[in-house]
């Protein structure tokens, strides 16, 4: 593909506050279901979030975002306060720690968390 | 720059120190007192516009939770160099604020007003970071460092017991 049409990514590395720890999947559930109605729909495909790299012991996460959704995404996770599923109805704060160019950066970031 | 932050809990509680956010020292409602009393000897008054305007003098913050702003007051809150309080975690449990915070923002600045921004969170979930209020408020028209200086004024303002 012509560089020019690539994709630009940006990682963000993310630290979970929460007082149950959270899985991957419980992740993934936030940034797909919590997300959307903060950002909006509309604003959500210029972010499209995934998990890069998913640390359970340190409660920490890298996600990687489209560039030019990066700012927003930062916005919208700050919004988040708590995330509601049929079992569990629980308070967390996802905050984002550090962007990255490079997975490989963002990981190095992450392992210097506590 | 040194940051400080104003929460409405027992901070005896929090499992990470204020280093994590960004902030020098986290005051509590104890340290920085928070009254819609006008007769009680307090830090920060909150209330509405009318209220506040006949108050304002013996309060070193004012705090209005609607956002409903006042030019009379603002122009006497300038006379008397009084600040601003905004509130973060306002924005968190009500995002449908937003709009007046903005506009709040937009003409205490015009009048040249300082602002304070706080998290005055309820618990350790709602407790913000400078740098993830610069990205909320970013959508209400302030830049970074325009968020980072109002996150630095508090204990300017204020003098904790």
């Known amino acids: 593909m012509k560089a020019t049409l690539r994709e630009n990514y940006r990682y963000i590395v993310i630290k979970i506050i929460s007082k149950n720890n959270l899985t991957k999947e419980d992740l993934i559930y936030i940034l797909r279901n919590e997300l959307p109605p903060i950002v909006g729909k509309i604003n959500y495909p210029s972010i499209i979030p995934s998990i890069a790299y998913f640390d359970p012991i340190h409660q920490a996460a890298v996600v990687r975002v489209l560039d030019e959704g990066a700012e927003l995404f930062r916005s919208g996770l700050a919004l988040i306060t708590s995330y509601k599923t049929e079992n569990r109805n629980e308070k967390i704060h996802l905050m984002s720690l550090y962007t990255a160019g490079t997975i490989r950066k963002a990981k190095e970031r992450m392992n210097k968390l506590d | ?161």
Request: charged fraction near 25%.
């Open chain 2, 1 to 161: 720059m040194k940051y400080f932050d104003l929460v409405d809990f027992d901070i005896s509680s929090l499992r990470f120190p204020p280093s994590f956010y960004g902030f020098d020292r986290i005051f509590t409602t104890k340290d920085i007192s928070i009254t819609s009393k006008p007769t009680v000897k307090a830090n920060i008054l909150e209330g509405n516009a009318d209220m506040l305007l006949n108050y304002y003098r013996k309060f070193d913050i004012l705090h209005i939770p609607s956002y409903e702003y006042s030019l009379e007051l603002f122009a006497k809150a300038k006379e008397q160099d009084k600040a601003f309080l905004v509130s973060i975690s306002q924005i968190l449990y009500n995002p449908f604020i937003t709009y007046r915070i903005k506009n709040f923002i937009k003409v205490a600045r015009h009048y040249n007003l300082k602002l304070v921004f706080a998290s005055l969170a309820r618990d350790e979930y709602s407790i913000r970071s400078v740098e993830e209020a610069a990205s909320i408020l970013s959508y209400c028209g302030l830049t970074r460092d325009q968020v980072r200086h109002g996150y630095s004024l508090l204990e300017k303002y204020v003098k904790p017991e």
